[in-house]
């Protein structure tokens, strides 16, 4: 299974705080995504990095991805109340896995006032 | 427009029912999708349709029926479902150029329809 599994499951901080997750997969990928679900809600998508690229930045969330380890991060620098939601890594294969996005676990992130 | 709309927000269902899921985005997305997602779980992929054809079933039972009446529009058709099958239902659509890589990019989620099967 290419399922990402992310790390820590539950993170608790202050605003202002950065916050950090971590997201690991088992086999290449065309494509590692996040995206950020509020309670019970649709999913909002955060930042796509492709398997060639090694950093990206929006706003306040940087995503890096190391391909050698089957590894992404995703900070988000400067946090606020609002950030408050889980977050998933999603990962996309080649061929035939191409449109199926397979999602972690998630991280539940709380970010207090 | 950026929205995908998802209707009914809530439905309650009894195991002999009918009923249908309706989706719809109007962002000239060609590929469309049903994802099911249980409490406290990761949204899973049950269908894709790309140019409104399924290409993707993620070995759905036959109890869940999807259709793609047009581009703009996908319907998941309900019938005679179990209580297990009571979960959140998130439609999503992506640009998808034809002759390009399906899913290699923004997938734009609905908010869901929640299910509870009786």
């Known amino acids: 299974s290419q399922q990402g599994e992310e790390d820590p499951q539950a993170l608790s901080i202050q605003e202002g705080e950065n916050a950090t997750m971590n997201c690991s997969y088992k086999?290449?990928?065309?494509?590692l995504q996040w995206y950020r679900q509020n309670s019970g809600r649709g999913l909002v998508h955060l930042i796509l990095?492709?398997?060639?690229?090694r950093e990206k930045h929006s706003g306040r969330l940087r995503v890096t991805l190391d391909t050698s380890k089957k590894s992404s991060s995703l900070l988000i620098t400067a946090s606020r109340a609002a950030d408050t939601a889980s977050y998933f890594c999603?990962?996309?294969?080649?061929?035939?896995?191409?449109?199926?996005?397979?999602f972690g676990k998630g991280t539940k992130l709380s970010v207090k006032p | 427009d950026t929205e995908v709309t998802q209707t009914p927000k809530h439905l309650v269902m009894g195991m002999t029912n009918k009923k249908s899921l309706k989706c719809e985005q109007h962002?000239?997305?060609?590929?469309m999708y049903w994802y099911k997602q249980k409490a406290k779980k990761p949204p899973e992929l049950m269908f894709v349709?790309?140019?409104?054809?399924?290409?993707i079933n993620e070995s759905v039972p036959s109890r869940f029926s999807p259709e793609c009446p047009n581009s703009s529009l996908l319907n998941l058709h309900l019938h005679a479902l179990q209580p297990e099958d009571s979960a959140l239902y998130l439609c999503?659509?992506?640009?998808?150029?034809?002759?390009?890589?399906?899913?290699?990019?923004?997938?734009?989620f609905g908010p869901g329809t929640r299910l509870t099967v009786l």
């Open positions: 999503a659509s992506s640009q998808y150029q034809r002759g390009g890589a399906l899913g290699s990019d923004t997938q734009y």
């Open positions: 086999t290449s990928i065309n494509n």
């Open positions: 990095i492709r398997s060639n690229e």
């Open positions: 999603a990962t996309e294969g080649y061929g035939g896995s191409q449109g199926n996005l397979i």
């Open positions: 962002m000239g997305h060609r590929a």
């Open positions: 349709y790309s140019y409104e054809k399924l290409s």
